[in-house]
């Protein structure tokens, strides 16, 4: 049981370190497009500033769909690994067999539920208030 225990600890410790980067994604996201509106406003120009703000936006979201389908590919593994016999423990970190399940897949991550309500109110919220300080 050894064995299957390390090999759980150290997928659990990818997932941790992949739920990590999203939540720091996010909260860069937050902050630069703060900061790049509040940029426009001090200098009245609001085009290329906010331009690239949703450029910033579409990125991070891009990433945040790519570290979230890791995770997810992980939590595959991890599962597949609970329920291996002790003589069948590996040790491997492949998931590659996870790969085509569409939740998994880059483009199923970025329009997750999970995703989709952190950015596409963002997009609003940015919207809204480009609207007001113009």
Known sequence: MENKR????????????????????????????????????AKGSYGGYILLAYFLLLIFWILDGYFLSQERRFCCLYDDVRKLDEQKVDFSMNTKKYKDIWRNTWLGSMLSATLLWFYVPLALAM???LQLIK
């Open 127 to 129: 919207f809204v208030v």
């Open 6 to 41: 390390k090999h759980l600890e150290l997928i659990q410790g990818v997932i941790n370190r992949m739920a990590g980067n999203l939540f720091f994604l996010r909260g860069w996201t937050i902050t630069l497009i703060t900061g790049l509106f509040a940029l426009s406003a």
